[in-house]
């Protein structure tokens, strides 16, 4: 197994992971980490990627490049942990939970 993978889960198929670039999810991961409120509502994924955008590395999201779909797949990896939720709202509202 390669350091520079980690598996992924998806709460919309319990079970079933996915290996991805290390780097770029763990700085997503705590990019997004950072912007979620602790308690519901919590901020749309809009927000959330506004809000993040400025912190992630340039050499890893160039000009912001994929940051869409690497968000996604964090927020569903952590939503599959349990360490962030949505809020019973619409839009999606994420929050983290617990921590």
Request: charged share 20%; hydrophobic share 45%; aromatic share 6%.
């Amino acid at each position: 197994m390669s350091d520079d993978k980690i598996d992924i889960e998806n709460i919309n198929t319990p079970g079933k992971t996915a290996r991805v670039d290390r780097a770029k999810y763990l700085a997503m991961r705590e990019a997004l980490l950072a912007v979620l409120p602790p308690e519901p509502p919590g901020i749309t994924v809009a927000q959330a990627k506004a809000a993040l955008l400025p912190q992630l590395p340039e050499a890893l999201f160039p000009g912001g490049a994929t940051a869409g779909w690497w968000l996604k797949a964090v927020q569903l990896d952590l939503e599959a942990k349990g360490i962030i939720q949505r809020a019973p709202v619409k839009p999606v509202h994420l929050y983290r939970a617990g921590v």
